[in-house]
Every structure is written in structure tokens, then in C-alpha cells.
């Protein structure tokens, strides 16, 4: 398996507290990405990264942002958490743009 | 945008039967195709996958798949499954040819239901 570890596995937030998730890799890979999975809608893409500092946008973005200051970590924040944001949070990773990903164990986030 | 289709929410199989589970996917250019299998409150493993070449793809666990450009489709097959294959099964499809996010496009899933 690869070594893609997530913390934290669960956790439960009000509304309008700052959260932030963390992924962390030991495989070295360049490319790194945040989803959620949510009933129905199957993993949809939040932001990626494809370098130390170097990130974009993907589909659900809007409440989120993200940072990458190390090859291995890769950090999802919700500035302020709304209840429209609870969901299981993956991060993949993959060596290329065009390799396969390989997901961590999920995060669970729960905003009351 | 990509986009794709997995028509079956649920499917209900017997053990040892053969199974079949339907991925359509809308993608301009050549696609790079994959199939992933979720365990409850596991994360997500890839089964195979498809870049280019032969159409028929083996994958881990007796799984193949089969690549049809015509018909847009990319169909995950098991000649017998196992009651460990209950699962949720996701097709996606990845975008890299430039423009748009790179990351996969998933579709919605398919509930693989074994019975006895």
C-alpha cells in the first residue's frame, strides 16, 4: 500500500470554526489531491498539487484552500466550516500527471 | 468537461455467478480509464486501469475490463465472485490534455451486493 496516512480520522466542528486536514506522503510523489465523497455523488476534486507551493483549483473549491510547503504534506483548510461541508475528505497522490492515484484511509469531518 | 455514467446504483449477484458493472464516460480526447473498489469505511484501491494499447485490461482480485471507443464505455467484469467482493465500485476518468483540473473525474458509484 502506499504510504498515505490522513489526520486527523475523524472529527466534529461547529459552524464557523477553522478546520484543517492534513495529508502526508512518504512516497515522494509530485502530484497530490484533496476529494470529497459524498452520497450520490461519488469523489469529487477540491484542489491539487503538482509542486512544493504549486496548486490549483478543481471542481468544489469555493470554502476551500490548501497548501503544500513540503513534498510530503498537503494540508486542506475550511476557513470557516458550514454544515454543507460535512463529508469524508480523501487525499491521493500520484507520481505523474498521468499515473494512477492512490488514496489515504479518509477523514470524516462532521460540522454541527 | 468529462463526465461518467455508472447506470447501475445497485446490482445484486449470487456468489460464484459472473458480474458485470456498466461505466459510460464523455471525454473529448483519448481517455485514460479507471476502476477503483471502496470497502465500507475503507479508503478507495485501484483495480486497473487503461492508458492506451490493448483493450482488455487485467486487473487485481480476477477483475478485467474492457475498453469499446465506440461505445464509450469501459465495462468491469468477474467470471465468479466472491462475498468478499461486496463493495462500492467506481469508474473514473482522468483528464490531461491540457486545460481544465488534473485529477479524475469519478462517477457515482455502483453498490455490488453479494448474495448467498
Excluded at chain 1, 507551493?53 to 470557516?80: A, H, M, N, P, W
Excluded at chain 2, 445484486?12 to 455467478?17: L, R
Excluded at chain 2, 476502476?35 to 469505511?41: F, N
Aim: proline share 4%.
Amino acid at each position: 500500500d502506499a504510504g498515505i496516512t490522513q489526520s486527523p480520522r475523524h472529527k466534529v466542528t461547529e459552524t464557523g470554526t477553522p478546520v484543517t486536514l492534513r495529508c502526508h506522503q512518504t512516497e515522494n510523489h509530485r502530484y497530490m489531491y484533496w476529494y470529497r465523497q459524498d452520497p450520490g455523488h461519488g469523489l469529487r476534486l477540491i484542489h491539487y498539487s503538482y509542486g512544493v507551493k504549486d496548486t490549483d483549483k478543481g471542481e468544489v473549491s469555493d470554502g476551500y484552500s490548501v497548501s503544500r510547503s513540503k513534498t510530503e504534506d498537503f494540508l486542506l483548510t475550511l476557513e470557516s466550516a458550514t454544515s454543507s461541508q460535512t463529508s469524508v475528505y480523501f487525499c491521493a497522490i500520484s507520481e505523474a500527471r498521468s499515473d494512477e492515484q492512490y488514496f489515504g484511509p479518509g477523514t470524516r469531518l462532521t460540522v454541527t | 468537461a468529462q463526465s461518467v455514467t455508472q447506470p447501475d446504483i445497485h446490482i445484486t449477484v449470487s456468489e460464484g455467478a459472473s458480474l458485470e458493472l456498466r461505466c459510460n464516460y464523455s471525454y473529448g480526447a483519448t481517455p485514460y480509464l479507471f476502476w477503483y473498489v471502496q470497502s465500507p469505511g475503507q479508503g478507495l484501491q485501484l483495480l486497473l486501469k487503461y492508458f492506451s494499447g490493448d483493450t482488455l485490461v487485467q486487473g487485481i482480485k480476477g477483475f478485467e475490463a474492457e475498453f469499446k471507443r465506440s461505445q464509450s464505455s469501459f465495462n468491469l467484469r468477474k467470471p465468479s465472485v466472491h462475498w468478499s467482493d461486496a463493495a462500492e465500485y467506481f469508474c473514473a476518468v482522468g483528464s490531461y490534455s491540457g486545460g481544465g483540473a488534473d485529477g479524475l473525474t469519478f462517477g457515482k458509484g455502483t453498490h455490488l451486493i453479494i448474495q448467498p
